[in-house]
């Protein structure tokens, strides 16, 4: 079984650990060039769905690992932005970078209310980011 398809099975342990895996071999060289947009837009699919927080937590890194190394970026944006609402602390950190250096309109008003978290890493990134703002 592939580690997409061991992301995608539910039944499968540790499937933040499979994330991560697939997030080095990225990062290494290990998948080529043109698999790596197929690969990541499945991955998108599930960012929206997932439940399980060290999953998502462990996709959003990996986004914005591809994010910075300017793969799809403008879907990996989207997606930052449509789930925003469902991530918990471990996924805005994250998420808060990807949607500060973008080009949207509405960023300041997606962004502002995290400079008043109650969480410290949140509130953290958000200040780390206030000059795009």
Do not use: W
């Not at 991560?20 to 998108?44: A, C, F, H, N, Q």
């Not at 250096?101 to 980011?129: C, G, H, Q, Y």
Request: overall charge negative; proline content about 5%; some cysteine.
């Amino acid at each position: 079984m592939n580690l997409i398809s061991r992301i995608f099975d539910k039944t499968q342990p540790d499937r933040d650990l499979i994330v991560d895996e697939l997030g080095d071999r990225l990062v290494s060289g290990g998948v080529s060039e043109k698999d790596r947009p197929e690969i990541i837009r499945s991955l998108l699919t599930l960012v929206l769905e997932e439940a399980d927080f060290t999953v998502l937590e462990s996709l959003c890194n990996l986004l914005a690992s591809e994010y910075d190394a300017n793969i799809i970026r403008d879907e990996i944006l989207q997606t930052m932005v449509e789930a925003l609402p469902k991530f918990h602390p471990g996924c805005l950190v994250h998420a808060i970078p990807i949607i500060a250096r973008s080009s949207l309109d509405n960023k300041k008003e997606l962004l502002s209310p995290f400079l008043a978290s109650t969480n410290v890493a949140v509130r953290a990134a958000a200040e780390d980011i206030r000059q795009y703002l």
